[in-house]
């Protein structure tokens, strides 16, 4: 079956610039995470979403970032005023619930470049 | 804030030979997940521990789980080049997200 799948693969913006960045999650999950990925390190965690709602979002790391998900499924991560910091790989993954126990699926990200 | 560090950050071994990285939590988990990234792509789930002191096998790699719930290691047995990426463990406390390593970086050299 489909896996996540992420548009833009690519984004390339100038600084102060709106960027906005799709998650499409494995169908039926009820839980969405966005993460971001710099070169060389781990995914840190930004957001995520049991159904509509955003269960925790205090990894999002100013009020430049924000996420929906309105209808349960597809999410947008929106950044607004981008700055070069945010250049990074933006990770969506999603699970079949949100519990302890259940692994994530990643999709391949969306790399995004601020000029 | 919840941190879990790897050691080695990276390690090239020959063909063959044994690799084994290590994951420490400063608090302790309720379970461990274990993901590998190839270069270029994007993580992909290994394993995940719950129990203390579990110890899980997947053909060549070995995953153990700390008495504590603070730590744990990944072994891999005879390395091949299939096995060149980063592997990230990531900690979760309770229903609490997921934070991940810092990652080990395995080169495998022919």
């Known amino acids: 079956g489909a896996g996540v799948s992420q548009t833009p693969s690519n984004k390339v913006t100038e600084k102060g610039k709106y960027v906005e960045l799709r998650c499409d999650p494995i169908?039926?999950?009820?839980?969405l995470y966005w993460y971001r990925q710099s070169l060389g390190q781990g995914p840190e965690f930004l957001i995520y979403f049991q159904g509509t709602g955003a269960a925790d979002d205090s990894g999002l790391p100013n009020d430049r970032f924000f996420a929906v998900r309105p209808e349960g499924s597809v999410s947008t991560l929106k950044i607004q005023r981008t700055e070069r910091g945010d250049s990074a790989v933006y990770l969506c993954a999603s699970s079949s619930d949100f519990t302890s126990y259940n692994e994530q699926f990643f999709g391949p990200g969306t790399r995004l470049t601020v000029l | 804030g919840q941190q879990v560090m790897q050691i080695p950050q990276y390690q090239h071994v020959q063909e063959g030979e044994d690799f084994t990285t290590y994951c420490n939590s400063s608090?302790?988990?309720?379970?461990i997940q274990w993901y590998k990234q190839r270069p270029g792509g994007h993580p992909v789930f290994l394993i995940q521990?719950?129990?203390?002191?579990e110890v899980k096998k997947q053909k060549r790699l070995t995953f153990q789980f700390g008495e504590a719930k603070k730590n744990s290691s990944l072994h891999i047995t005879a390395t091949q080049t299939t096995d060149v990426g980063t592997y990230f463990c990531a900690g979760q406390s309770n229903t609490d997200k997921l934070i991940f390593g810092t990652g080990t970086r395995l080169q495998v050299f022919p």
């Open positions: 169908s039926g999950h009820t839980a």
């Open positions: 521990l719950v129990k203390s002191g």
């Open positions: 608090t302790t988990l309720s379970n």
